[in-house]
Every structure is written in structure tokens, then in C-alpha cells.
């Protein structure tokens, strides 16, 4: 069964400075990789998404992800953070040879921005 | 704004009671989801549908059915609701055949 890891489950980082959040996801096929963001008492929010060709992908608010097929990972960047981007990020995989619509999600990690 | 509502916001509740949330949706999507959200354990899937009456269990559904007689609505009733089952519960629809997801704002459910 396919399994999402997210390796850190809180990353504290000063305003300003470059963050990376880590995924990995177990081999598949074929998948659609995913990383939704939600603010402190809100629903989550669509992020980026990779679903095929360039293996960068941008998404809002300045994040980027890039797909690495041979190490199975999905990370997300940003090279300067502000203090608004505090919120839990969670990295998630579609996995389309299971036949059916399952996405299955990372614990999450928790984004700290220090002033 | 993909036109997701979930009611009530906040709940608490006694052990053994029976509860229901409620998803609504306003486009007619025909996959959608009920999960839960914990601590440490990301989103866990616990139901989902693929069009009405159509029904599926996903990862932690012991406690929990589902159900689906209108496109726009998708019901989650805990039977017989436990202190285990104190959560935030989250509806997401699925907009196309990648499955990118879009979620309500999330039910507080506290039992007590």
C-alpha cells in the first residue's frame, strides 16, 4: 500500500530565510503528488501540485516543489519565508494503479516562522 | 471557493450518544470524502462516495457510516460516539480525475 512520509514534524525557521519541508512517498507506477497547506482553525488548501513533465513545480505564495522519481520524494521550498506562511504543511499522494480515487496523506509538518 | 459547508461547526457530545455532520456541496461533484484529523496522524480517510448511494470505506471507518441520497449532501453518523472518536473531521470533495481535493472549514467534534 502506498505510504507518505513527511520526515520532519516541526520546522522552526527565522523570517526571511530559506525553508525546505520533506517528502517522501512509497514506489509506485504512476502518482500525483501533492502538498496542501492549512492556516491555524481552517480547512486545507490546495498548495501545488505535480501531476506530469517539468519535475518543478510552482505553486502560490512562492513555494515550489521539485519530483525526484529515482529517490521517490517530493519536497517543498521556499527561499525566503514570512511570517504569514506559519501553518501545517501536508504532503500527499494519489495513487492512480489502485484503480480508485485514494489519496493518502503525510502526518503533516508544522512551519514556525520566528521574527 | 469550491462551495463546501459543513454543520455544525463545533459539537460536544456524551458517550453513547448518536451524532451526524453534515457536508454540503454546491457544484455537483461526484467524489467526496469524509476524514479526520489527529495529532500526529495527518488527515486518515474514513468514508468516501463516488455519486449517490454509492458508498466506500476508507482507512478508519470501524464507528462510523456514511451516507448519500442527494449529490450535494454527504452525511457522517457516529452510531454510538466515543471519547476515541473526539476530532476534527474535515469534508473534501475531489474536482477531477487527479483527485486534487477541496475541503471545508472542518467540524470540532468533542465527546465527552
Known amino acids: 500500500a502506498q505510504s507518505v512520509t513527511q520526515l520532519d514534524s516541526q520546522v522552526p525557521v527565522f523570517e526571511e530565510a530559506p525553508v525546505e519541508l520533506r517528502c517522501n512517498y512509497s514506489s509506485s507506477v504512476s502518482v500525483y503528488l501533492f502538498w496542501y497547506v492549512q492556516y491555524p482553525n481552517q480547512g486545507l488548501q490546495l498548495l501545488l501540485k505535480?501531476?506530469?513533465?517539468?519535475?518543478l513545480v510552482k505553486g502560490i505564495n512562492g513555494f515550489e516543489a521539485e519530483f525526484n522519481k529515482s529517490q521517490t520524494s517530493f519536497h517543498l521550498r521556499k527561499p525566503s519565508v514570512h511570517i504569514s506562511d506559519t501553518a501545517e504543511y501536508f504532503c500527499a499522494v494519489s495513487d492512480r494503479s489502485t484503480g480508485g480515487f485514494k489519496t493518502i496523506f503525510g502526518a503533516g509538518t508544522r512551519l514556525f516562522v520566528k521574527a | 471557493d469550491a462551495g463546501i459547508t459543513q454543520s455544525p461547526r463545533h459539537k460536544v457530545t456524551e458517550t453513547g450518544t448518536p451524532v451526524t455532520l453534515r457536508c454540503h456541496q454546491t457544484e455537483n461533484h461526484r467524489y467526496m470524502y469524509w476524514y479526520r484529523q489527529d495529532p500526529g496522524h495527518g488527515l486518515r480517510l474514513i468514508h468516501y462516495s463516488y455519486g449517490v448511494k454509492d458508498t466506500d470505506k476508507g482507512e478508519v471507518s470501524d464507528g462510523y457510516s456514511v451516507s448519500r441520497s442527494k449529490t450535494e449532501d454527504f452525511l457522517l453518523t457516529l452510531e454510538s460516539a466515543t471519547s476515541s472518536q473526539t476530532s476534527v473531521y474535515f469534508c473534501a470533495i475531489s474536482i477531477d480525475s487527479t483527485d486534487t481535493q477541496y475541503f471545508g472549514p472542518g467540524t470540532r467534534l468533542t465527546v465527552l
Open positions: 505535480y501531476l506530469s513533465g517539468s519535475t
